[in-house]
């Protein structure tokens, strides 16, 4: 329940970078780090 309560409040605050379409291979370390913890919290919420 925890995960999918974080997972909304990251969906309305953190900016979504599949929807601006950005590369990957350019994208910068806190880029990648924000990628990693929506990652990590969306897995999360669908496995609970």
């Known amino acids: ?3 999918k309560i974080l997972a909304k409040i990251n969906k309305a605050v953190l900016p979504s970078y ?13 880029q990648l780090a924000i990628i990693g913890w929506r990652y990590l919290v969306t897995k999360k919420a669908l496995d609970t």
């Open 1 to 3: 329940m925890f995960y």
């Open 18 to 30: 599949t929807k601006k379409g950005l590369d990957l291979a350019k994208a910068s370390k806190f």
